[in-house]
């Protein structure tokens, strides 16, 4: 789990070599999560890089035309479900420090006011967004 060169040469051989040989571009893409993942430019300490951190090494393997369908109910931006979620995490890195962030992140939280400062941020943001 703590090598994530070596998780992303996998990531790669599946998209490069595998989903080319069964002709898979197009029917399906691949989401990576990982404990350590890094947006390139982002940083090791980018909050946005716990979009797709997860607590083990994982990819989600995704049919395009499902995807198509859940990107039009949006408007046709796929960026807008990232740009929330990026949202939610720096909201929750003000109000709850980011040691909490990164427990909650990690599944290492108990603590149940925690679930419900998120709870109430979840609240804020989507009246804001009304």
Request: aromatic share 8%; glycine share 10%; hydrophobic share 40%.
């Amino acid at each position: 789990p703590d090598d994530f060169g070596t998780y992303l040469e996998i990531v790669g051989f599946i998209e490069d070599a595998l989903m080319v040989e069964h002709e898979l571009h197009g029917r399906v893409q691949l989401a990576p999560f990982h404990p350590l993942f890094e947006f390139g430019g982002s940083g090791p300490g980018g909050i946005d890089n716990y979009t797709n951190r997860s607590p083990y090494p994982m990819f989600h393997v995704l049919r395009e035309e499902e995807v198509g369908a859940a990107v039009e109910t949006l408007g046709g931006d796929a960026g807008v479900i990232w740009q929330r979620n990026v949202k939610l995490l720096e909201a929750m890195e003000e109000r709850l420090g980011r040691g909490v962030v990164e427990d909650v992140m990690r599944c290492n939280t108990e603590d149940e006011t925690v679930a419900d400062d998120v709870e109430e941020i979840l609240k804020m943001m989507k009246e804001e967004s009304s």
